[in-house]
């Protein structure tokens, strides 16, 4: 299993970014994938996530409303739609996938991609 986020960079206060995570050996039935981002002297927190079988999918009160995962199986990728960026969305995202077929986002995740940094700023 292996990941790989991208698409982060500078964008303004109420900009949008859309991040990428390209994935291989993750299959839909099988796993729960998930963002996490984690901002400078903070502890990293999730973001979304979205469970097996495209179950469901959840968000973190921070970005309810502002933030959409959505998944394209045909691409092995899983997307986030950012909307409406704050300063206080900076951070490194991280996006990442675990095991899991009973359709739950686990607290813990197994395999991890590289992050990328999101900068909101004027």
């Known amino acids: 299993v292996q990941l790989q986020a991208s698409g982060g960079g500078l964008v303004q206060p109420g900009g949008s970014l859309r991040l990428t995570c390209a994935t291989s050996g993750v299959t839909p039935d099988h796993y729960a994938t998930g963002w996490f981002r984690q901002a400078p002297g903070k502890e990293r927190e999730g973001v979304s996530c979205?469970?097996?079988?495209?179950?469901?999918?959840f968000y973190a009160d921070s970005v309810k409303g502002r933030f959409t995962l959505s998944r394209d199986i045909a691409k092995k990728g899983v997307y986030l739609q950012m909307n409406n960026l704050q300063p206080e969305d900076t951070a490194v995202y991280y996006c990442?996938?675990?095991?899991?077929?009973?359709?739950?986002?686990?607290?813990?995740?197994?395999?991890w991609g590289q992050g990328t940094l999101v900068t909101v700023s004027s």
């Open positions: 979205i469970t097996n079988d495209d179950g469901m999918i």
């Open positions: 990442a996938a675990v095991y899991s077929r009973d359709f739950t986002c686990p607290k813990n995740y197994t395999y």
